[in-house]
């Protein structure tokens, strides 16, 4: 059986340097409150000392990666918020879908060494990595029993992971999924953006005339997607829904966004497209918005052809880039904007550039709407977009 859009989204959870749960999150991006800085769980040798952004006082459990228990951390609170435990998840067919970046696998520098110098080392670290499938350990903790794919498409992990989830309701394949992303930082991580030289020396400032770079960040977000018939079925009630989901590759190189644009405007078409939604009904945009010149320059001026007078913003000011986890995380914070009818500013812009296509909010404001559109713009010129609404939620 085919189900239409829209998807209802009924619980929600984050994790990232902004807080430990969705409401402290939030809290900080309307207070502006960020706290980049150098990192503190690895060291590098590099002379500059480039801020990230942490989850603060989040330590792992010893038998998983930092990734997936990012991602189980955010799980539990989404599933909380659905009204939804393991218990109640029994003969129900629940699917487990999170995009991922690094997910965990390049933490375990000593093992290699070890091993590329002759030795033996334990496998114990190699059977760590093996058992931390970030949504494979998911669906271990809940017993659950659904499809379960974990996603790896560079930045746009995260909302592909909640785009295909959205697909598996609309098909009859599963009556609910567990969706999002999850990503830490790592020492290889955060050397190989130092190397691509788009690493900014100083907090991040996207859409800035005078940005330089992102700054990495880690965290997760997860949603709880439910069928219809499950909803109706324990009364459950949804805090918003997936309108629509667009995906286009425009292959133009391997890290920078065509100068055009060509593969955002048509992820942004197609989103729109699935509910019929126009282009005026959109009430802001959380933009991928990472601090890099190339991106937030082909971003905004896409923004300004397609959806002129949009207010948009971006949220990595205050989270940093969190790769994989990032389209969840910021679909997390454009269903929370929506449902409290305002945005936070978009931290660490200051000086407009006149060779953008716009400039971001720059304070708290008000929407009068309740659709929004979130944004995720890839390394291999890979583009996706969400669309999420509120109305009618309940």
């Not at 005078?210 to 990495?216: A, C, E, H, P, T």
């Not at 065509?258 to 009904?281: H, M, N, V």
Request: with cysteine; net charge negative.
């Amino acid at each position: 059986m085919t189900h239409p859009w829209p998807v209802a989204i009924t619980g929600l959870g984050c994790i990232c340097a902004a807080g430990n749960d969705l409401e402290s999150c939030m809290e900080a991006l309307y207070s502006g409150r960020r706290g980049p800085a150098a990192p503190s769980r690895f060291t590098s040798g590099h002379p500059t000392r480039y801020p990230v952004f942490e989850a603060p006082g989040f330590e792992e459990p010893p038998e998983l990666l930092r990734t997936s228990a990012l991602a189980l951390h955010a799980a539990r609170e989404a599933l909380s918020d659905a009204g939804l435990d393991a218990g109640s998840l029994e003969g129900v067919r629940v699917g487990v879908c999170v995009g991922t970046t690094v997910g965990s696998a390049l933490n375990n520098e000593q093992f290699c060494r070890d091993y590329r110098a002759g030795g033996d080392p334990d496998l114990a670290p190699i059977e760590r990595i093996l058992r931390s499938n970030p949504a494979s350990v998911i669906a271990r903790e809940f017993k659950l029993t659904g499809p379960c794919q974990t996603v790896v498409n560079a930045c746009a992990s995260g909302t592909d992971a909640v785009g295909l989830a959205a697909s598996w309701i609309r098909s009859g394949a599963c009556d609910a999924v567990i969706a999002g992303g999850a990503d830490e930082l790592g020492r290889i991580t955060y050397n190989g953006f130092i190397s691509l030289m788009i690493t900014d020396e100083s907090p991040c400032k996207p859409f800035d005339a005078n940005r330089k770079g992102l700054n990495l960040g880690e965290g997760a977000g997860m949603l709880v997607l439910e069928s219809e018939e499950l909803r109706a079925r324990r009364g459950g009630r949804a805090r918003s829904f997936l309108l629509g989901y667009g995906s286009a590759c425009d292959a133009h190189h391997l890290t920078a966004p065509k100068p055009d644009g060509e593969g955002l405007r048509a992820a942004i078409a197609e989103a729109l497209s699935c509910c019929g939604t126009p282009a005026q009904a959109v009430s802001f945009v959380n933009a991928h918005g990472t601090g890099t010149p190339d991106n937030d320059r082909v971003e905004s001026r896409v923004l300004a052809d397609l959806l002129p007078g949009v207010p948009f913003l971006s949220t990595k000011g205050y989270t940093g880039h969190t790769l994989g986890a990032a389209g969840a995380i910021e679909a997390v914070f454009t269903v929370a904007c929506l449902e409290r009818g305002r945005i936070p500013a978009s931290a660490g812009f200051s000086t407009p550039d006149p060779d953008l296509g716009g400039t971001p909010v720059t304070g708290c404001t008000g929407i009068a709407g309740t659709v929004a559109l979130s944004e995720s713009l890839a390394f291999g010129g890979n583009n996706s977009v969400i669309l999420l609404g509120t109305r009618g939620a309940k």
